[in-house]
């Protein structure tokens, strides 16, 4: 019953003009950038970062939150109906849904893609509502050593799951955590890594790491791109999907829903994980296999219904444990801190307005997503032929502009574009940039914790093995590396011995 009242007090927080005004500006910002490939909600929500600075915290989460998993309806449009996926979510997309389009039945897997993902954001609020609670609760049973192992193991998990290679991504971790370090410590006073520059030593902004290394390095290697859309049809033919559409739907619908729930609450595994993890698990339990790739609506209904689940399951960990799952989350959770909200288990104590009124807002905003996607294909397909080299010096001048409002200081401009020139040569040397963004936005708070628990031990570190949580956190971090670590240890005994 408690649940029911606090969503029913978070509704009340949502449908106030203001948030809903918000709501739908951020969910329609979303579809905007997923229809648009090349820019991506990370690039999108860190250039917005400093709008936010002048809304309540509750209108800007829900405002960054409607972003990101309006990107996931957006990205099917484009995947559908162009061959293009607008996010990286999309592409498991692409195989069947434009195979769709191509037989005529663009609308009926634009509209199946929209209902899935609106029952899969239907399921996860419930979800976030149901488990986060006692998530919470169980959080505020930890110390300073239980949450250093936490957000250690979330570090870890996260470099090793992400895509590409674990040593690099690893290495990025541990860049983030060096950048994090970077200012006056706390303790001491002293100016840490600052190079005698007066300007560092209140440490690196989080805006101009992320405005850089997201929004100007995706810019500048998109330019790079050869630029080629050719969009298949302009005639999308009925939206009304066959009762035997339907039929074909709901079960993975369901599977994906639930497979996107899972991913959705692990550190460092994206949609995209999700969605593929979904379309091969359809395509093991299809009767038929062969209909794969050739318009299986089975295809395009699983996928959509995963991709939208995780994005809207990697709030639990968020806002529950102020442990950020993704690059997306550890910008939401900068935004907090921006607004002086400290992340954890507290917010729904102290901010419960910010936390059942962003709840809320998450059904609300799959509800305009459903109503703004279908009607509005038409506008969408218009806009997937505005050429890219006309969008990115207005993404530039934006992107100045809202640094430079933070501090009124030219030396964040110049050290945005010292991140965006390295944020472009990581994506060339394929270092992926989302680790090294959670290493940098957890790194104060893991030294924090970690001097914290070695004061209460005394200098002693097997506090963090002598007490249960913390312990429990240690060896599921040495299991993961093992898991991941093992497969390539196996393949290069194998090559050696060969």
Known sequence: MDMFQNLFFGFGVALSLQNLLYCFLGCLLGTLIGVLPGIGPLATIAMLMPITFNLSAVSALIMLAGIFYGAQYGGSTTAILVNLPGETSAVVTCMDGYQMARQGRAGVALAIAALGSFFAGTFCTLLIALFGPPIAEMALKFNSPEYFSLMFMGLVAAAVLAQG?????????????????????????????????????????????????????????????????????????????????????????????????????????????????????????????????????????????????????????????????????????????IHGIAPGPTVMTKNPDLFWGLIASMWVGNLMLVLLNLPLIGLWVSLLKVPYRLLFPAIMVFSSIGIYSINNSPFDIYLTAVFGLLGFLWLKLGCPPAPLMLGFVLGPMMEENLRRAMLISRGDPMVFLRRPISLGFVIATVLIVILMAAPAMRKKRGSITG
């Open 165 to 337: 290679d674990m040593v690099k991504s690893l290495a990025m971790v541990v860049l983030g955590l060096l950048l994090g370090s970077v200012g006056t410590d706390v303790d001491s006073g002293w100016a840490r890594f600052s190079f005698d520059l007066i300007e560092l030593t209140d440490g690196i902004g989080f805006v101009v790491v992320a405005i850089g290394v997201f929004a100007l390095g995706e810019i500048v290697n998109n330019l790079g791109e050869i630029e080629e859309r050719q969009v298949f049809t302009s005639k999308v033919g009925t939206l009304f999907p066959t009762p035997a559409d339907v039929k074909r739907s709901i079960g993975p619908i369901l599977r994906g829903t639930i497979l996107g729930a899972f991913f959705g609450v692990l550190p460092g595994t994206g949609p995209a994980i999700a969605s593929f993890s979904s379309y091969m698990v359809e395509k093991k339990v299809a009767k038929d296999p062969a209909r794969f790739g050739h318009g299986a609506i089975e295809g395009v209904a699983g996928p959509e219904a995963a991709n939208n689940a995780d994005a809207q399951c990697k709030f639990i960990p968020m806002l529950t444990l102020g442990i950020p799952a993704s690059g997306t989350m550890a910008l939401m959770l900068g935004a907090l801190m």
